[in-house]
Each structure stands twice: as structure tokens, then as C-alpha cells.
């Protein structure tokens, strides 16, 4: 099994800061990939932040480009998500999600999310 512990979510004014963190623990064989989704209040549909790929670069979704940057510590299993210039419509529920290769299979993680308030 894997766990994962987000943090660093909170309310912030618009054009603040926060850096988000997602720790992955527990049985890992390999990362496969690693990114950030949100989940906007009263949706019911996450949608992609900005995540690595197999092939270890990044995507970001437009809205975020240039005020985002996704980063990660290999060594720890970790992927933070630094957040700058925020606006009101960034206030969402932020999950990470981790696919892992257990050497049989990959399978998807999704980490609890942690909650995001852009306001005045």
C-alpha cells in the first residue's frame, strides 16, 4: 500500500503565495508519475494542475501557466506545488495523485486533498 500526506493548503489573499506538499510512503517499487488536480466548489470533476510525465517532463494547465510551478524531491518522494499570483477562481480542493509501479501493475494513488481559499 501507498500513502500519501498533502499540506500547505490555507487562505490566502488574492495575489499571495502558497506551496502545496505531497509525500508518498509505503510500498514503492518506482514513481511512475506524479501531479496535481483540483476540484472547484460544487463540481464534481477534478481537473489537471500541472503534473510530470512518465518521461519526467512537466504540463500545466493553461490557466495556471506562468503563476504555478510543479517540483519534485526523488529522494523523499515528494512533489510540491508552488503557487503564486493566486486568484479567487484558484480556490478549489487540491489532491495529488501518484501512479505507482508495484512491478506487477501501475496503479493510481489519490491523496485526501487539501483545501485552497483565495479570498479578501
Known amino acids: 500500500q501507498v500513502q500519501l500526506a498533502e499540506s500547505g493548503g490555507g487562505l490566502v489573499q488574492p495575489g499571495g503565495s502558497l506551496r502545496l506538499s505531497c509525500a508518498a510512503s509505503?510500498?514503492?517499487?518506482?514513481?511512475?508519475?506524479m501531479g496535481w488536480y483540483r476540484q472547484a466548489p460544487g463540481t464534481g470533476q477534478r481537473e489537471l494542475v500541472a503534473r510530470f510525465t512518465r518521461g519526467g517532463s512537466t504540463e500545466y494547465a493553461d490557466s495556471v501557466k506562468g503563476r504555478f510551478t510543479i517540483s519534485r524531491d526523488s529522494a523523499k518522494n515528494t512533489m510540491y506545488l508552488q503557487m503564486s499570483s493566486l486568484r479567487p477562481e484558484d480556490t478549489a480542493v487540491y489532491l495529488c495523485l501518484v501512479k505507482v509501479n508495484d512491478r506487477v501493475k501501475i496503479n493510481d494513488y489519490w491523496g485526501r486533498g487539501t483545501q485552497v481559499t483565495v479570498s479578501s
Open positions: 509505503g510500498s514503492i517499487f518506482e514513481i511512475y508519475a
